[in-house]
Structure formats: C-alpha cells, structure tokens
C-alpha cells in the first residue's frame, strides 16, 4: 500500500530493499529457530539413548554374572556326577567282594567269626556309601533346578531388553514428530510476525515518510538523535515528541491487532557516534548516554498509552555504528535512535 501511494506522490523508483532485508530476516529467522530444535532433538535424543545405553551395559553386566554363576553350577554338577560314578563303581566293587566273602562264608559253613566282622564292616560301607549317593542325587537335582531358574532369568532379561529397545525407536519417532509440529508452528508464527511487521512498517512510512531525520535501515525505523535529545543529554526536547506520538499511535493500534498468543515487542536502540563524553557532565561515557536515551523514549511511550510489558530499551553507546567513517556527517548518522518489532 505505502510502495503504491509513493509511486502515485512522487516520480522515484520503487525501492525494494526493505521487501528483501525483511525476507533475508524471515529465512534467518526460521534457520535459527531450525537449528535450535535440532540442537533440542539432538540432546533429547543423547540423554535417551545415554538412559538406555547404562540399562543395556547393567543387562549385559546381569546376564554375563548369571553366565559365570551358571558355568559354575554346571562344573559343580560334573563332579557331582563324576563323585556319583565313583561311588557306584566302588558299590560294585563292594557287592562283588560281599560275595566272594558269601561264598567263602558257605564254603567254611559259617563258622568263622572273622568273616562275620568282615561281612559287618562291608555292609556298614555300602550303608555309607549309598547315603552318600543319595546326597549327591539330590545335589544334582538341586543344580538342575538352579540351572532352570537361570535360564529364566536368562529369558527375562532378554524380554527386557527387547522392550526397552522398543521404548528407545518410540522415543526417537515422538522427537522426530515433534520437531515436525514446533517447524510447523514456527513457520506459522514467523509468517504472521511478519504480516503484522510489515503493516506497522506501512502505517510507519505513511506517517514519517516526509521526515528528513526519520529513514528506514533494514528491518528498523532510525530517528536522529538531534530530533528527539539536546547534545549530551537523554532528556526528550519539543520538538521530536510529534514524531514520538505518532510512533506511540501506530504501536497502540498494533498491539490491539496481534492476538494475545505471539509474544512481540518493540525494542528501543540507543545509539552514539565514538566522541568519549567529557566526564564532568550527568553520564560518565556513551553507554550510559545511550541507555539513558533508550530508557527515556520507552517511559514516554509508556506514557502515551503504550503497553510496556512490550516495550523493550536497549544501549549500544559506539559499538555498533551504520557509518564506519569518522567525518562529522558520519557520526551524526550513527547518533540515533533505532525502532525494531520483533519477537521477544
């Protein structure tokens, strides 16, 4: 709208360099905004896997305990059994001798006594050695029972496991969904900042675009400092408040326009050129002038009905000058006072 009517006011160009600073600042801000999620997703995603990378080492770390303790029982159970074999040779062994020593006792007609002591100690042994062979049929049965046990702990674990990997590919697939939803609400919030952005900076040209102390630089409205304070003072002089209240009128009717939900501000740049102040005056050097001036525009905006939870004052002092020159009509064109919209 302000592009037509200052074709139809007047015989220049259009001028198209603040249509392209402000898509260079859309795509630079949706770069940013990516790059932040994806730092996000990123972290989120470490401190998963990190939680299932310490279950999945405390898993290996059960299963292979439960390894060795199963090695061990099953070691045990071969001497066991190996014991077992022993004791059943030395049991046949034992009968065989019963009856040769049977035999010889019928052949002698059972009169010798020292036989009988035989038999006796013989059968004491194969008492003993038949209660030692129980012991060691229920050693075995108590392993095998063990080894069943830890083949289910075994099983247990592997379910576990397989769960968890599970919960890890469910965890990885909601990041990536969100960071599809937050690109999508981003790029809607950017693009509608922007449709605001542009309408106030409409309104703006229409107003101040007479003004030889008012220009556009980017994505800012910059004021002289000489419009608005005395040299070496951030008190506000007559003669810029005309300028100023119009600002404040164009902002009051943006902020009844933007829904509630985008958290926009307007933020106040305080600006000098590099002449290092006196010292004996009211500010001990140009960031205390610049953030005096940023602060006193911002309270008379406020004061004119400007809503200041979105008012936003900022000192620069030198340190950012448009002019790197160092001739007087550079400095006083780095003497300013910048108006940006933007979100906080």
Known sequence: MALSRNRRGGGGGADYWPGFVDALSTL??????????????????????????AVLDRLNGQIAELTQLLALERSQAQDSEDEIASLRASLGALEDERSRLQSALAE???????ANATIASLRDN????????????????????????LRQQIAALESALEASESRDQESQTRIADLGRRLNVALAQRVQELNRYRSDFFGRLREILA?????????????????????????DL??????????????????????????DWIVRVDGHTDNVPLSGTGEFADNWELSSA?????????????????????????????????????????????????TER
């Not at 009905?305 to 020159?325: K, M, R």
């Open 126 to 149: 194969l008492a003993e050695e038949e209660s030692l062979s129980q012991r060691a049929r229920s050693q075995v049965e108590l392993l095998n029972q063990q080894l069943t046990a």
């Open 28 to 53: 630079l801000l949706a770069i940013m905004f990516l790059l932040s999620v994806f730092v996000l997703a990123q972290f989120l995603l470490s401190r998963e896997l990190s939680g299932q990378d």
């Open 108 to 114: 002698n007609g059972g009169s010798s006594e020292a």
């Open 293 to 341: 001036r940023a602060s006193a525009v911002v309270k008379y905006l406020i004061g004119q009905g400007v809503p200041a939870d979105h008012l936003a004052a900022t000192g620069f002092g030198q340190f950012q000058p448009i002019d790197e020159g160092d001739t007087a009509d550079a400095r006083r064109r780095n003497r300013r006072i910048e108006f940006k919209l």
């Open 210 to 234: 007479d003004r030889d102390n008012v220009r556009i630089v980017g994505d800012r409205f910059v004021f002289q400092s000489e419009v608005l304070f005395p040299s070496g003072s951030a």
């Open 237 to 262: 002089q007559n003669a810029g408040t005309d300028e100023l209240n119009q600002m404040a009128s164009a902002i009051r009717d943006l902020a009844a326009e933007i829904p509630s939900d985008i």
